[in-house]
């Protein structure tokens, strides 16, 4: 497994406990009830970062 297979697999379980928890880390904490636009939105980035990992092999 690559290095970059490794970090998409944890970003992966990361963006899921965000959807557990309801929040959501960039520069500082988004909480779904809160700040639901950023979170989506931040949630949706890190998604895309995770999945990108995946591409590079």
Request: with cysteine; hydrophobic share 60%; proline share 2%.
């Amino acid at each position: 497994m690559s290095w970059a297979s490794i970090l998409g697999t944890v970003l992966l379980f990361w963006a899921a406990w965000e959807l557990f928890t309801g929040r959501s880390w960039l520069h500082r904490e988004f909480r779904r009830d809160e700040e639901p636009v950023a979170y989506w939105a931040i949630w949706v980035l890190w998604m895309a970062v995770a999945i990108s990992c995946f591409y590079w092999v």
